[in-house]
């Protein structure tokens, strides 16, 4: 009876250790919908709109565990609030923003960007279930159809003003090199007008033998 409840208490410390082990958080990005979907094994769901890089300011895709965990987290580099931060790669975290109205396109240097309640959710799953059994995987990419001011401002004025902007620099460069063409032919010396000027001299009398003056001897000319 003994050896029965021995192997009855390892079955039960074993399912208890399958349980742990697969008891997680599974967030999956995709940044091509800007959208976020987190799971956990105890049946939780969610489904949130993101900012991820925009232009020049990739979000690193691949599959990461959270590195650290930081409640309150301020960027000194980009001079931002990072508020219920979860780093997975460096630099790189997963945090709320106050740049809701952004949010569901691309806006952000790299980092994932949630609304703040959002982020707080997730924080509290990755401290409940630990950093070891959460796994982030982010997959996709951008369209690279807009502009990046247009990616972090989505007014159709903006992207307008933007292009009117565009075209007047566009303008000035051409002035500019029309006035130094212009200079440049200003200072370059006018050979047809010298030379007009060095047959314009008056002519030489008829009894003028060149210009060199000139004597007579009594051995002629000297």
Same mark, same amino acid.
């Given at each position: 009876?003994?050896?029965? !409840?021995? %192997?009855?208490?390892?079955?039960?410390?074993?399912?208890?250790?399958?349980?742990?082990?697969?008891?997680?958080?599974?967030?999956?990005?995709?940044?091509?919908?800007?959208?976020?979907?987190?799971?956990?094994? =105890?049946?939780? %769901?969610?489904?949130?709109?993101?900012?991820? /890089?925009?232009? /020049?300011?990739?979000? &690193?895709?691949?599959?990461?565990? &959270?590195?650290?965990?930081?409640?309150?987290?301020?960027?000194?580099?980009?001079?931002?609030?990072?508020?219920?931060?979860? !780093?997975?790669?460096? /630099?790189?975290?997963?945090?709320?923003? +106050?740049?809701?109205?952004?949010?569901?396109? &691309?806006?952000?240097? $790299?980092?994932?960007?949630?609304?703040?309640?959002?982020?707080?959710?997730? !924080?509290?799953?990755?401290?409940?279930? /630990?950093? $070891?059994? +959460?796994?982030?995987?982010?997959?996709?990419?951008?369209?690279?159809?807009?502009?990046? !001011?247009?990616?972090?401002?989505?007014?159709?004025?903006?992207?307008?003003?933007?292009?009117?902007?565009?075209?007047?620099?566009?303008?000035?460069?051409?002035?500019?090199?029309?006035?130094?063409? %212009?200079?440049?032919?200003?200072?370059?010396?006018?050979? =047809?007008?010298?030379?007009?000027?060095?047959?314009?001299?008056?002519?030489?009398?008829?009894?003028?033998? $060149?210009?060199?003056?000139?004597?007579?001897?009594?051995?002629?000319?000297?």
């Amino acid at each position: 009876m003994r050896r029965v !409840f021995g %192997i009855l208490s390892v079955l039960f410390l074993s399912l208890v250790g399958i349980a742990s082990a697969e008891a997680g958080v599974q967030v999956r990005v995709d940044i091509a919908a800007q959208r976020m979907q987190v799971t956990t094994t =105890d049946g939780e %769901i969610y489904n949130w709109a993101i900012s991820s /890089g925009r232009k /020049g300011f990739r979000s &690193p895709n691949g599959v990461y565990r &959270p590195t650290r965990l930081e409640r309150s987290w301020y960027s000194r580099k980009y001079g931002g609030a990072m508020p219920y931060a979860v !780093f997975f790669r460096g /630099g790189y975290a997963i945090h709320g923003t +106050t740049a809701v109205g952004a949010l569901g396109r &691309p806006a952000s240097h $790299g980092c994932i960007r949630l609304h703040p309640a959002n982020a707080a959710k997730l !924080f509290a799953l990755v401290k409940k279930h /630990g950093a $070891g059994s +959460t796994r982030i995987a982010l997959n996709g990419a951008a369209s690279d159809g807009l502009s990046q !001011f247009a990616r972090a401002g989505g007014s159709k004025a903006k992207i307008a003003k933007a292009k009117s902007h565009s075209k007047a620099t566009i303008a000035q460069a051409k002035a500019k090199q029309k006035a130094a063409a %212009i200079a440049q032919q200003q200072r370059t010396p006018n050979w =047809d007008a010298a030379r007009d000027q060095l047959f314009m001299r008056p002519s030489l009398p008829a009894d003028a033998y $060149g210009y060199q003056p000139y004597r007579t001897g009594p051995y002629g000319w000297r």
